[in-house]
């Protein structure tokens, strides 16, 4: 059963438009989560986190969005760039005992960001 | 600061025989945590350790162990290999004070034949 779901195993956008990778969740414990960007051959690089007391967390062109009663988050990317295109992976983690450095993921999204 | 180092970065190894991968965490970073990724499973958690000691596992089998050292150096071991075993091998490390929050190395690429 998967508690970390990306729907959509790809996404294609313009270059300066803006792009949306969604990621829902069922574990109403998970309460830290994250944004990976990958390029094949090389470990996840960190983009972004995401605290559950907070609705919002914005890094330069990065900003990530967590809607609590949906168990639903999303990472805005604007403008986006050819150097975008890799795999984006969303995770999450719980903070009840036994979970420390236990990271969910889900299964990836592959954006591409055409010229 | 440099980042998390991973040896070997490619490895081949046949049925049956065992494998040792070795991680070297951020400096500062006591938490070093390992996962599998392959195809069909994606990412999937291994196990965490802190201070030497096992503090989270992951539902694969005993063949799977790790080991962490007192300089936070970590190595897993993979013993009596099966095809199903091929994957990449991905460290992660991140400070005590936020375990979640983990950064990754560039992985180990394990093909079994």
């Known amino acids: 059963d998967q508690q970390v779901k990306q729907n959509s195993p790809s996404l294609s956008v313009q270059e300066g438009r803006i792009s949306i990778l969604n990621c829902d969740y069922t574990?109403?414990?998970?309460?830290?989560f994250l944004w990976y960007k990958k390029y094949p051959a090389e470990g996840p690089t960190f983009l972004i986190s995401?605290?559950?007391?907070?609705d919002k967390n914005e890094d330069g062109r990065f900003t990530v969005f967590l809607n609590k009663s949906a168990k639903h988050l999303s990472l805005h990317i604007v403008p986006s760039q050819p150097g975008d295109s890799a795999v984006y992976f969303c995770a999450a983690s719980g903070g009840y005992g036994g979970s420390q450095g236990n990271l969910i993921f889900g299964k990836g999204t592959k954006l591409s960001v055409k010229p | 600061k440099a980042g998390v180092t991973q040896t070997p970065r490619y490895l081949i190894k046949t049925r049956g025989q065992q494998v040792t991968l070795s991680c070297s965490p951020i400096s500062g970073h006591r938490s070093v945590s390992w996962y599998q990724q392959t195809p069909g499973q994606g990412l999937q958690f291994l196990f965490e350790y802190f201070s030497e000691t096992q503090r989270n596992k992951g539902n694969f089998p005993g063949r799977f162990s790790g080991r962490q050292f007192s300089n936070s150096r970590s190595e897993m071991n993979v013993s009596t290999l099966e095809l199903g075993d091929s994957a990449l091998y991905l460290c992660a490390s991140s400070l005590s004070s936020n375990p979640n929050q983990q950064y990754f190395g560039p992985g180990t690429r394990l093909t079994v034949t």
């Open positions: 995401i605290s559950s007391i907070k």
């Open positions: 574990n109403s414990m998970f309460d830290y």
